[in-house]
C-alpha cells in the first residue's frame, strides 16, 4: 500500500484518509478469512460484506477538476456464482460497483475472492455490442476500449469503511438504452482510489 502523501491525489478526502487511515489488525482479518473457509455446516460470514457509499462535495470536486467520479457506492453480498469442482480461487462475493459522473451512472458487478488482507475482484464483461475506440485513453465512451478485457478491482478495510483501488482498467456501463461506457486506469491518479463510508442498505438499492 503506498503512502498517504501519494494517495492525495486520489479520489480520497483528507480528513477521511487520517481518521480511517489505520488498517484493521491482520488477526481480526485472518480470523474472517478462517470462519469464510472453514468446515462445511459452519456458519459463513461473508469478509466486508456491506453497503458502502461516498459522495464528492462541491469543494473537492473543485479542488480536483480532472475528477470524473462524483459519487460511488458499492454493496458487496455472498455470491451468486455457483462454486466450480477444481477452482484454485474461490469466489466468496459478488461487489455491485456503481460509479455516478456528472451526467450518468455506470455500473459493473465484481467476482470477489480472498488474498491476503481484502477481496480481489474481477469485474464482469458487459454483452452490449459497440465498436472499438480508436483511442485508448480513459474516460466516458460511446465505443469499447476492449470487447474481452472488463478489468479487476480490489477491495481493502480502512477503518470502518473500504478503500476501492482499481488494479486493471475498469470497464463500466451505463443503461443499455445509452450504451456509453466509462474506463478508468491505475494510471489515472484523480480516479483510481475511492475511499467509501458505510451506507444504510437502502443507499445500495
Not at 456509453?180 to 491518479?189: D, H, K
Amino acid at each position: 500500500m503506498t503512502a498517504p502523501a501519494r494517495l492525495s491525489s486520489f479520489a480520497v478526502d483528507s480528513d477521511d484518509w487520517r481518521r480511517w487511515m489505520a488498517p484493521c489488525p491482520r488477526r481480526l482479518l485472518a480470523a474472517v478469512f478462517l470462519v469464510v473457509s472453514g468446515p462445511a455446516g459452519a456458519e459463513e460470514i461473508i469478509p466486508l460484506s456491506g453497503c458502502y457509499e461516498h459522495v464528492y462535495d462541491a469543494a473537492w470536486l473543485a479542488a480536483h477538476p480532472a475528477q470524473i467520479v462524483r459519487r460511488a457506492t458499492l454493496s458487496v453480498t455472498k455470491t451468486s456464482v455457483p462454486e466450480t469442482p477444481g477452482e484454485t480461487q474461490k469466489i466468496l462475493a459478488d461487489a455491485e460497483l456503481v460509479l455516478r459522473t456528472a451526467d450518468m451512472a455506470f455500473s459493473t458487478i465484481g467476482a470477489c475472492y480472498w488474498d491476503k488482507l481484502g477481496l480481489a475482484c474481477n469485474a464482469s464483461l458487459s454483452a452490449a455490442e459497440s465498436p472499438l475506440c480508436k483511442t485508448k485513453e480513459d474516460g466516458v465512451r460511446n465505443c469499447r476500449l476492449s470487447t474481452d478485457d472488463p478489468g479487476a478491482f480490489d477491495l481493502t478495510q480502512k477503518g470502518p469503511g473500504l478503500l476501492l483501488t482499481i488494479r486493471e482498467r475498469l470497464e463500466l456501463t451505463s443503461p443499455l438504452e445509452t450504451r456509453a461506457f466509462l474506463y478508468l486506469s491505475p494510471q489515472n491518479t484523480e480516479n483510481r482510489a475511492f475511499l467509501l463510508k458505510p451506507a444504510p442498505p437502502a443507499v445500495c438499492r
